[in-house]
T-cell receptor
């Protein structure tokens, strides 16, 4: 499978601060990046989809000004949670898709556990 | 609106038994089907992918797809305690950039 890294793996921050999460696809070019969020005991919910060099497309109910996504290169995408609040505490997971040689397969990063105090 | 349905469980089987996980989907044009395993506190890892009707075997895992019935299943033979996890069914359309739609997952417990 594809090798995907996320940083940081865990972050605790105060309410009102911004947090940046990095996602790197280490062995293939991610033309598309999916960002998911998972609350405890719930399934993955897609937040947004971004294509390299283009603006992200956000799912209904996800605030684009709060969750800033940058996908400037084929190997790196970032998600910035701006002015984080306790309700943003969640498990954030990236999933790159692209020319991995395996059609239609999505692999996931290890995830970032965000806790907002 | 694409939907993917799974029994939430929990499903409990004894060690060595066959665990059967089921999934139905609503979008008839779906082309690609995936089973992911997610351990508590971890991100999902791909177990199986299947694209055409019939069975696909990989070690102790067998995925079964029936597009006419819009049904996909995962069988785990000789279940081990390490198989205890939540299993997510995911479905997408054509093309690698198509969004995945996930079921809510079935929690499996394999008892020693």
């Amino acid at each position: 499978g594809a090798v995907v890294s996320q940083h940081p793996s865990r972050v605790i921050c105060k309410s009102g601060t911004s947090v940046k999460i990095e996602c790197r696809s280490l062995d293939f070019q991610a033309t598309t990046m999916f960002w998911y969020r998972q609350f405890p005991k719930q399934s993955l919910m897609l937040m947004a989809t971004s294509n390299e060099g283009s603006k992200a497309t956000y799912e209904q109910g996800v605030e684009k000004d709060k969750f800033l996504i940058n996908h400037a290169s084929l190997t790196l995408s970032t998600l910035t949670v701006t002015s984080a609040h306790p309700e943003d505490s969640s498990f954030y997971i990236c999933s790159p898709s692209g020319t991995s040689g395996v059609a239609d397969t999505q692999y996931f990063g290890p995830g970032t556990r965000l806790t907002v105090l | 609106q694409k939907e993917v349905e799974q029994n939430s469980g929990p499903l409990s089987v004894p060690e060595g038994a066959i665990a059967s996980l089921n999934c139905t989907y609503s979008d008839r044009v779906s082309q690609s089907f995936f089973w992911y395993r997610q351990y508590s506190g971890k991100s999902p890892e791909l177990i199986m992918s299947i694209y055409s009707n019939g069975d696909k075997e990989d070690g102790r895992f067998t995925a079964q797809l029936n597009k006419a019935s819009q049904y996909v299943s995962l069988l785990i033979r000789d279940s081990q305690p390490s198989d205890s996890a939540t299993y997510l069914c995911a479905v997408n359309g054509q093309g690698g950039s198509e969004k995945l739609v996930f079921g809510k997952g079935t929690k499996l417990t394999v008892n020693p």
